[in-house]
Nanobody, 126 residues
C-alpha cells in the first residue's frame, strides 16, 4: 500500500523559502509512468496545482509559480521536495503531495490521483 507523507515547517516568515518534503512509502517514485505532484489549498479558496516531477526526473511547474518554485527528488530516500521562495502571506495554505500515472496539470482533486497525502498546513507570517 503506497502512502505519501508531507513534512516541513508549519510556519515560515515572509520573504523566506518554504521547503517541504513528501516521503513515499510502499512504492517507488521511479516507477515508470508515475508523476509526483504538489497541490495547495489556501484558506477559503480552491486547490491549485503547483508542479510535478516525473518518474524519470522531468520537472513541470505551473507558469504562475515558475519563477519561485523548485521541485526535486531524492531517489535513494524515495522522497520528492518542494521549495517556494520569496513567500508572502498569500502562500499560506494546506500543501498536499500526490501521485498518479500520467501528467495532469489541471488535476487538483483527490479523486484525480491514485495516491494523496494527508496535507500539511503552512502559514506565512512574521
Amino acid at each position: 500500500q503506497v502512502q505519501l507523507q508531507e513534512s516541513g515547517p508549519g510556519l515560515v516568515k515572509p520573504s523566506q523559502t518554504l521547503s517541504l518534503t513528501c516521503t513515499v512509502s510502499g512504492g517507488d517514485i521511479t516507477t515508470s509512468g508515475y508523476y509526483w505532484n504538489w497541490i495547495r489549498q489556501p484558506p477559503g479558496k480552491g486547490r491549485e496545482w503547483m508542479g510535478a516531477i516525473s518518474y524519470s526526473g522531468s520537472i513541470y511547474v505551473s507558469p504562475s509559480l515558475k519563477s519561485r518554485t523548485s521541485i526535486s527528488r531524492h531517489t535513494s530516500k524515495n522522497q520528492f521536495t518542494l521549495q517556494l521562495s520569496s513567500v508572502t502571506p498569500e502562500d499560506t495554505a494546506v500543501y498536499f503531495c500526490a501521485g498518479r500515472r500520467g501528467l495532469a496539470v489541471d488535476a487538483t482533486a483527490p479523486n484525480e490521483y491514485t495516491y494523496w497525502g494527508q496535507g500539511t498546513q503552512v502559514t506565512v507570517s512574521s
